[in-house]
Structures are given as structure tokens and as C-alpha cells.
């Protein structure tokens, strides 16, 4: 099946019960066992199924098995929020004492993440500027558990170099994360080299603004026996679940070990589930992904285009619209267009960047991304605020930058708030 076809049919063609089409919402704690048998085999994995709803659900495991398929992966998990998956995706493969590096370019919870929480675990992370990818090489040692990165992070909107950065972890036998929350169905990292996918499904997965979740996808396409040492705690006796060795107990059920460890250990111990409500709202949202992409990219190459022509505007930043290098990385891994983020820079600095934002009547002005509605925010008096300006111009924040998440309206009235709002900036 192609993409549009899988967000609404894969994992769920009717209930077995009901007959229901829609995806029921399994508001349940607990399910039944048959016998002490079949209990016994659950909880040892001997079978897989049902035991309470912290480590899995039936609504949720539609939305899993759907965005396994729309990545071309092997399993997923969902978790209740974009920092539960990154945090997972690291902590799953990394003890005290372990490193692993990663982009610069990172949403500012995930960088908080990295350089204050996990470093207070004893995990540290080396990070690397992903305009020279060959430096990921050299921040790699025998400690190093994974390379990380964001497929399109903002404010900068470079696209990564996954393809390029996935050699040199298949050289090194390190698995590449990717957060892909500024581009479902846009860019596959999957197909590009990319072992484990994260998500925040707040954003364009949900897509309506209502729900906070996160997705972590296993592309079941790293050999993590194979690296040996490596990893310890896929392929050593974990005594958190009776000595088992992840890469051995898996094997029956796919190339899932990462994955099935992470639901197995993290979700029971932590907690950090998906409500199934929650993941009834993303499966919604999911059915329309590819068309609300397509509209969310087609607007924002036409207000990309409309601001480079602006009087007051200095720089339009978006990746069909950047040059060399970064050119050709939009081209290489993003179809259907080149994301919704845009961003851009007034010539008269932070007042003007603020007067902008508080003339604006359709877009909201929020700390958000990836609503069917656009959005708004001037960084520099908000997201990055706390930065020193030095900090701030290395993460692309000038005084004058304003990113626009793009929504689906009628472009005319995109443009017209805009416009209107430039005047007054
Ligand atoms: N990753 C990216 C790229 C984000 O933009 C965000 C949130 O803005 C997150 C992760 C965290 O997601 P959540 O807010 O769902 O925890």
C-alpha cells in the first residue's frame, strides 16, 4: 500500500466484535486472562498479548502498526509526549557512564534534555554541527551508543545529511535517531539510512492541536547482536526481567529487540504511557496527514515566495529556497514539498519582529508547531529568550527572526494577514 492508503487502513479494517470501522477507543486498565497459562505466558513473552494498558492497548497499537507501516519500519511504540520518545530513544541503549552525540540543531526541550538531564545520569551527550558531517566520526569512541539528529529542525531549517551520517554509524556499528516531527510523510529517514524514527505526534500527526503524545518507530534494520559489546543492554542478561537478553528474546517476534525492550523496561517502569484517547485522536488525525502535508508545503513555498519580495524583509529562510548544499539535502530527502516552517528575518530588528507578531489577527501567535492553523512566534523575545545573544545567533535566532508554522487556510488569507501585519511591523 502507498502512504495514502496505510493512514487508513493499516492495523485496523474493522472490530473483530463490533464490526465497528472507526478504531474504538479501548478505555480499559486491565484484560482478562484466559487461564493462569495464558497469563504465565504473557508476562515470561512466550506470547504476546494484552496484560495492562501502561505497556500496551489496542488503540494505540493501531496507531503503532500505522506509523510502523507509513515508515517502513518493523515495530513502534507510543509514549505519552514528543520528550518521552526522545528521552526513551536514548536511555534505552544508554547506562552511566555511556555517551552519544548529537546535531546541534534541536528543538530547546530536547537540548535541555540532553545537556542537563541526561548528563545528570551520567549519559553525556557530545554534540556536533551537523553543517560538517564528517565530525561525526570523530566524536565517536568505544562509549558511544547512538548518533541523533532532526530531519528539519528549526529556526535554521537544514535538512540533515541522514544519508551521509548513516555510513559513518554503519561503519562504526551506531544506530542513527532521527526526530522526524517537522516532516511526516514528507522525508522517510527509514529509506535513508535511519534506525530508530521519534516523533512528537502533537504536531502534524495529530495535527488539530489537541492532544500532547509521541511515537518511537524501530526500523528493525540495525544488527544489534551483531555490535556486540556495544550495547550491553540489548545483548547482555538483564536483570530487571529475569536475565533476559534482549536480542535473543526478541528473535522469535521480529527484529524488534530495541523496541521491545524500550515497551518492556521504560513503559513499565517509568510510566510514560499514551492515553488511548489520546491515540484515538492522533489515528484521526493520521487519516489526513498526507493531504493536510501536501497543503501545509504547497502554502508555505507560496508565503516563502511572497516575503522574499517583501520591502522590510531581509532573509526568507526555507529549505527550496536555500543554495549549494543545502539545496540539494531538501531535494535528496523531502518529497511533496519541503515543509511548513518558514522563517524570516525583518530588517529593523526585535521591535519591528514584535510589532509584527502583535499585529497578526488569523495566525495565532504560539509556541507551537505543525496545527492546521498557522502559527506564529518571534524567538527572540520568547523561545530563546533566556540565551545570550551569541547563543541565540548560533541557533539562527537573529533579533528580527519569525517563524511561521504554515497552516491549511485559504492562501489569500494567509497572505492578506500577513501583509497587512508587515505594514504595521
Ligand atoms: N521534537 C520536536 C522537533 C519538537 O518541536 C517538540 C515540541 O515542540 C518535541 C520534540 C517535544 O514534543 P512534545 O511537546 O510532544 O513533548
Known amino acids: 500500500m502507498k502512504e495514502e492508503t496505510i493512514v487508513l487502513h493499516a492495523g485496523h479494517r474493522r472490530d473483530e466484535t463490533t464490526t465497528s470501522v472507526a478504531v474504538p477507543i479501548y478505555q480499559t486498565t486491565s484484560y482478562q486472562f484466559n487461564n493462569t497459562d495464558h497469563a504465565s505466558k504473557l508476562f515470561s513473552l512466550q506470547e504476546l498479548g494484552n496484560i495492562y494498558t501502561r505497556i500496551m492497548n489496542p488503540t494505540c497499537a493501531v496507531l503503532e502498526e500505522r506509523m510502523t507501516k507509513l515508515e517502513g519500519g518493523a515495530a513502534a511504540l507510543a509514549v505519552s509526549s514528543g520528550q518521552a520518545a526522545s528521552a526513551f530513544s536514548i536511555q534505552n541503549i544508554c547506562h552511566s557512564g555511556d555517551n552519544f552525540v548529537s546535531s546541534t540543531d534541536l528543538y530547546g526541550g530536547t537540548w535541555n534534555l540532553f545537556s542537563n538531564t541526561l548528563k545528570e545520569m551520567g549519559i553525556e551527550c557530545r554534540f556536533v554541527d551537523p553543517a560538517k558531517p564528517e565530525q561525526f566520526e570523530n566524536a565517536i569512541d568505544e562509549k558511544t551508543r547512538c548518533i541523533y539528529a532532526e530531519t528539519l529542525p528549526n529556526p535554521k531549517l537544514n535538512v540533515f545529511p541522514i544519508n551521509e551520517v548513516s555510513k559513518i554509524g554503519k561503519k562504526h556499528k551506531v544506530p542513527i535517531i532521527l526526530d522526524n516531527t517537522a516532516a511526516p510523510y514528507i522525508c522517510k529517514p527509514i529509506s535513508h539510512g535511519a534506525n530508530i524514527v521519534v516523533y512528537s505526534t502533537t504536531k502534524y500527526i495529530g495535527g488539530h492541536g489537541v492532544s500532547i503524545g509521541g511515537l518511537i518507530i524501530d526500523g528493525g534494520n540495525f544488527d544489534w547482536e551483531a555490535a556486540g559489546t556495544r550495547f550491553p543492554m540489548l545483548n547482555s542478561p538483564d536483570p530487571s526481567y529475569h536475565g533476559a537478553v534482549w536480542s535473543e528474546a526478541a528473535k522469535p517476534l521480529g527484529p524488534i529487540a530495541y523496541i521491545l525492550r524500550a515497551r518492556v523496561i521504560l513503559l513499565r517502569d517509568y510510566g510514560s504511557s499514551m492515553s488511548p484517547f489520546n491515540a484515538f485522536t492522533f489515528i484521526q488525525g493520521l487519516e489526513t496527514l498526507p493531504l493536510r502535508m501536501q497543503r501545509h508545503c504547497e502554502n508555505a513555498k507560496k508565503i516563502a515566495d511572497y516575503l522574499s519580495n517583501h520591502k522590510k524583509i531581509d532573509k526568507v529562510i526555507y529549505p527550496s529556497m536555500m543554495t549549494g548544499m543545502m539545496l540539494e539535502r531538501a531535494k535528496k530527502y523531502m518529497s511533496h514539498g519541503t515543509g511548513a516552517l518558514v522563517g524570516f528575518e525583518l530588517k529593523d530588528g526585535e521591535s519591528s519582529g514584535k510589532k509584527f507578531i502583535d499585529n497578526l489577527n488569523l495566525f495565532y501567535h504560539v509556541a ?58
Open 368 to 425: 507551537n508547531i505543525g496545527d492546521a492553523r498557522s502559527l506564529a512566534i518571534h524567538p527572540s523575545s520568547t523561545t530563546h529568550s533566556q540565551l545570550s545573544n551569541e547563543d541565540k545567533l548560533s541557533a539562527g535566532v537573529t533579533p528580527g527572526y519569525v517563524r511561521l508554522s504554515v497552516g491549511i487556510e485559504h492562501i489569500d488569507d494567509l497572505i492578506e494577514d500577513l501583509d497587512q501585519a508587515l505594514d504595521k511591523a
